[in-house]
């Protein structure tokens, strides 16, 4: 079972930037990914996708997050990154990767989630 594993968040002041990455333990190549985020009593939303290399690879944003933040990956290292730039405080969430949509099966098993990765945006 692949296992994915977040990283790179942080506490950080209005306008600044983070890359969170996503480092799977096994390829993900043939998966849409995506970076989700869920602050504290809301559900965990979409932030971004990136389709699997042998359609493209193109990505899609939540209009909250538009022109702000990038989404990449690289499939000769297994990991999916997420470049946060111009930081709000309604930014700050647990941020998750995952297939897109999250769960799909590989081997019979659905893509669990992480720990997820905090990221905190306060002055």
């Known amino acids: 079972q692949v296992q994915l594993v977040e990283s790179g968040g942080g506490l950080v002041q209005p306008g600044e930037s983070l890359r969170l990455s996503c480092a799977a333990s096994?390829?993900?190549?043939?998966?849409?990914m995506g970076w989700y985020r869920q602050a504290p009593g809301k559900q965990r939303e979409s932030v971004a996708t990136?389709?699997?290399?042998?359609?493209?690879?193109?990505?899609n944003y939540a209009d909250s997050v538009k022109g702000r933040f990038t989404i990449s990956r690289d499939d000769a290292k297994n990991t999916v990154y997420l470049q946060l730039n111009s930081l709000r405080p309604d930014d700050t969430a647990v941020y998750y990767c995952n297939t897109a949509p999250p769960g799909l099966f590989l081997w019979g098993r659905p893509m669990m989630w992480g720990q997820g990765t905090q990221v905190t945006v306060s002055s």
């Open positions: 096994g390829s993900v190549s043939i998966f849409d």
């Open positions: 990136i389709s699997r290399p042998s359609t493209g690879g193109s990505a």
